[in-house]
């Protein structure tokens, strides 16, 4: 299957939110639920014009995983960008039913092509102990795990911790040979969740 990346845009929010809709059960196994608001059309459009604006800014991108024929597999963006430690954070989702075949994997290596381009030195993500799918994904992708947090919270009747991975940009230090200091790990987005 011929996977690509392409930036989210306003003719795709009617296919996005049908995406969405037939996949919320499954993410929300994952991740906390957005709530009943974020699904209904008018809000969906709203949050999605608020990612548009960002991207335009250059402060995130939000990219939609399609196949050949353009449908939407998932997502994986590149949020909260910190351009004076040129750190950006990892989000991403695949739908159920494409879940297994190597997509997010995939998905991963396209976007962490892009950040050569982008000036970013680093990528952090996080996602929870029991979500051993995206873990490997990140390994696989040559992200290194950080820390566990100690703090434990629960979700769907499960006691979950937050687990951190970093992926340092190589080509950087060719293009801008200088030290940098040591940059704390933290995010402002969970569980590899990549909008608003």
Request: charged letters at 25%; a negative charge.
């Amino acid at each position: 299957m011929k996977l690509v990346i392409e930036k989210l845009k306003d003719a795709d929010f009617e296919n996005l939110h049908k995406f969405e809709i037939e996949n919320r059960t499954f993410f929300e196994e994952m991740i906390p639920s957005r709530g009943d608001d974020y699904y209904r059309p008018e809000s969906f459009r709203a949050r999605n014009e608020l990612l548009l604006d960002e991207q335009a800014e250059g402060l995130s991108y939000f990219y939609l995983i399609k196949d050949e024929h353009h449908s939407i597999l998932g997502r994986i963006n590149l949020v909260d960008i910190n351009f004076s430690n040129k750190i950006g954070f990892l989000g991403y989702r695949v739908g159920k039913i494409h879940t297994g075949k190597g997509i997010a994997k995939k998905a991963l290596q396209l976007l962490l092509h892009t950040v050569i381009d982008l000036d970013i030195k680093e990528v952090h993500a996080k996602t929870t102990t029991h979500n051993i799918a995206s873990q490997k994904v990140l390994m696989q992708n040559g992200f290194k795990h950080t820390v566990t947090s100690e703090e434990e919270f629960e979700m769907n009747g499960q006691m979950l911790q937050f687990t951190n991975y970093i992926w340092i940009n190589k080509h950087y230090s060719t293009y801008h040979p200088d030290v940098f200091p040591e940059i704390p790990h933290t995010t402002r987005r969970t569980d590899l969740d990549p909008s608003l």
